[in-house]
């Protein structure tokens, strides 16, 4: 028996095993209910006694190497499934594709920080809004037709619940709460009634910036207007003021610049005009100072607010809409180097 013992030493000790399944073909045939070594232990029972205590010290010895060999056999092959040879550890990564920020967060983004640099600081207000905020304390009077102006999604009548059709809420809400000196932007989605095409969407995105204190004036608005574009379009871009109509401001603009596609030489993006529109503005209407509890003899303001939808598509030249509220990856990767 000693012989044969010895035997299976020297055999274990050339053990080799390819993978999981050779090892275990190895322990099985070895150290299983039925292989060579479980087999020996249950002979060793007929051993002579004068012979049992060789035979022993033989048997364990045998039966320890055969484990400790398994286990080293093991640790080998899960080190070579960590680190397989064939890797080179200096080639370069894979390339990995990244998130990236939406094209409107982005635009938002630029242009809160645009009027950061100004000294206005972000406010935030509900997309789901009442009345009050909405029209009434804008100077909106209850049959004005400025009303017809924006188709709304009404959630509940009387009292009135709607989701908000533009960002000029905000400046109500800051402007309860808060006394002049004034300077906020809030960006902001807003909701309005309207068929889905690629022009038009029933939700998209503004930016609102309002600024109270005491001697604002026109003049403040125009250099503040004149600033924002050239940062946002580029140093060479002009712009122009046309007189407008909102309740909430007197007196109203309209924001045009140069457009930035054609040098404000005339395309058909332009219409040939050279001129492209990008936001309303004007001078806060007294009556909203007052309905806010600021004293208008004191204080006066101005205000404005562009969609940023649309100056997205003036930036990249986005011609549906609908893209921005689609994710479809194939649009958003193009905006990568944009972030
Ligand atoms: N709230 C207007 C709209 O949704 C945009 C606007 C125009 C905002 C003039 C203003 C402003 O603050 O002064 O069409």
């Not at 048997?59 to 190497?65: A, C, D, F, Q």
């Not at 094209?103 to 600081?121: A, M, N």
């Not at 004191?298 to 607010?305: F, M, N, T």
């Not at 939808?309 to 030249?317: A, D, H, P, S, V």
Request: net charge negative.
């Amino acid at each position: 028996m000693i012989n044969k013992i010895k035997t299976l030493l020297e055999e274990v000790k050339e053990w080799k095993a390819a993978d999981a399944a050779g090892l275990e073909t190895l322990r099985i045939g070895y150290l299983g209910k039925k292989g060579e070594i479980s087999q020996l232990m249950n002979d060793f029972r007929d051993v002579a006694a004068e012979h049992k205590r060789e035979t022993g010290l033989y048997l364990n010895r045998l039966k320890e190497t055969a484990q400790q060999k398994i286990k080293e056999l093991k640790d080998a092959l899960d080190e070579s499934v960590a680190t397989p040879n064939d890797v080179d550890l200096t080639r370069t990564a894979y390339p990995q594709p990244l998130g990236t920020r939406h094209p409107i967060s982005t635009v938002k983004k630029e242009i809160c920080d645009i009027f950061g640099r100004l000294g206005f600081s972000i406010a935030e207000g509900p997309e789901i809004e009442d009345d009050w905020h909405v029209f009434s304390s804008l100077n909106f009077a209850e049959d004005h037709p400025a009303r017809d102006m924006q188709d709304t999604f009404f959630i509940r009548h009387d009292p009135e619940i709607l989701l908000r059709t533009h960002t000029s809420s905000v400046q109500t809400r800051v402007m309860e709460k808060q006394q002049p000196p004034i300077r906020i932007i809030c960006p902001g989605r807003v909701y309005r009634n309207e068929a889905i095409s690629y022009r038009a969407h029933c939700f998209f995105h503004q930016v609102e910036a309002l600024y109270v204190d005491k001697d604002v004036s026109f003049a403040d608005l125009k250099q503040a207007l004149l600033f924002f574009s050239k940062e946002l379009f580029g140093a060479t871009t002009k712009i122009r003021l046309r007189p407008s109509y909102f309740p909430f401001t007197e007196p109203s603009a309209e924001m045009d610049i140069s457009c930035n596609l054609c040098s404000g030489k005339g395309c058909p993006f332009c219409k040939h005009t050279g001129w492209v529109e990008i936001l309303g503005c004007g001078m806060v209407h007294p009556n909203v100072l007052d309905n806010c509890g600021i004293d208008s003899r004191i204080y006066s303001g101005y205000a404005l607010g562009m969609g940023i939808e649309r100056i997205t598509n003036l930036k990249y030249q986005v011609t549906d809409l609908r893209l921005f509220s689609e994710n479809d990856i194939r649009f958003l990767q193009q905006f990568e180097s944009a972030n």
